[in-house]
C-alpha cells in the first residue's frame, strides 16, 4: 500500500518524505487497526497509506523481465503466498523512490525469501540490482544472514522474530537523508544509502563485482522467490 503523497513513476519525482506508505502485501491478520486484513482503516486513508496489496488478486505484480504472474504465487487465505515451482521473483509494476512499506510475513520451517527496494531489470537477476532484505526461519534456516537484516550490508545483534509458522510484521523507511529497518516493532539498522559507510560495505560483499548495485535513487519493490514456501 503507498500513500497519495508517495512519489512513484507516475508522478513527481521530488524525493519528498513520504510519512504515510503502506505496502501491505501479505496481511494474515492486521496489524494496523484496519477492520479486515489487506483494508485500509478511515484514518489509514487520510494519511495517505496505499494498499499494494489487494488480498484477492495479483493485480499491481508482475514477474521480474515479464508481463504477467507465473503461477506459483498464489492467493491463498487472503495472502499473496510463494506456494508452487517456477513462481520466480514478482516486481511493483509501480516504481518508488522515497517511501515506506509495511508487511507481514510468514515463512515455512526452514524457509528462505527477500525483499528487495530500488530494483531495475538491467540485469539478470532482480538482487544485481537492489538491496534485499532477508526474510528466513532464523532457527532452522541454511543462511547466515538473519531476516530483517539487509543483506552483506547492515545487521542486528537483536532478533525480535517469531518461529516459522507464526506473522511477523517488518517496516522499511527510505529517504535520501535516512533509511531504516524494523522486525516487530524493533528498529535493526539505519543507514543512508549512497553515504561513504553504504559504499565501503558494497564493496567488501558479493554485490560488488555488479556495476551500480544499490545506486538507484528509485525502482520497483521485490518479492524473492528462493524455492520455499513463504506468504
Known amino acids: 500500500m503507498i500513500p497519495s503523497g ?3 513513476t507516475m508522478t513527481n519525482r521530488k524525493h ?3 510519512t504515510g506508505l503502506l505496502a501491505m502485501f501479505f496481511l494474515g491478520s492486521s496489524l494496523l487497526a484496519a ?13 495517505g497509506w496505499q494498499l499494494l496489496f489487494d488480498g484477492k488478486t495479483t493485480q499491481g505484480w ?14 491463498v487465505d487472503g495472502a499473496l503466498t510463494r506456494a508452487g515451482k517456477g513462481a520466480g521473483d ?13 508487511l507481514e510475513y510468514n515463512i515455512s520451517k526452514g524457509g528462505n525469501s527477500g525483499i528487495m527496494f530500488h530494483v531495475d531489470e538491467k540485469g539478470k537477476r532482480a538482487w544485481h540490482s537492489g538491496p534485499e ?11 547466515p544472514q538473519k531476516a530483517g537484516w539487509l543483506y552483506q550490508l547492515y545487521s542486528s545483534k537483536d532478533d525480535s522474530t517469531k518461529p516459522a509458522g ?22 535493526y539498522a539505519r543507514f543512508v544509502k549512497g553515504s561513504a559507510d553504504w559504499k565501503k560495505r558494497v564493496a567488501k560483499s558479493k554485490f560488488s563485482k555488479f556495476p551500480g548495485f544499490g545506486a538507484n535513487t528509485t525502482g520497483h519493490i521485490c518479492l524473492q522467490d528462493h524455492g520455499n514456501l513463504v506468504a
Open 6 to 8: 508517495a512519489n512513484d
Open 16 to 18: 519528498s518524505v513520504v
Open 35 to 47: 477492520a479486515e486484513p489487506n483494508t485500509l482503516s478511515e484514518a489509514e486513508k487520510k494519511a
Open 62 to 75: 508482475r514477474n521480474y523481465q515479464a508481463r504477467t504472474v507465473n503461477d506459483g504465487w498464489k492467493i
Open 90 to 102: 514478482i516486481i511493483t509494476a509501480k516504481q518508488y523512490d522515497s517511501f515506506e512499506l509495511s
Open 133 to 143: 532484505i532477508q526474510i528466513q526461519d532464523n532457527t532452522d534456516g541454511h543462511d
Open 166 to 187: 507464526q506473522w511477523n510484521q517488518f517496516r522499511l523507511t527510505i529517504t535520501p537523508k535516512q533509511c531504516a529497518t524494523y522486525m516487530n516493532g524493533v528498529r
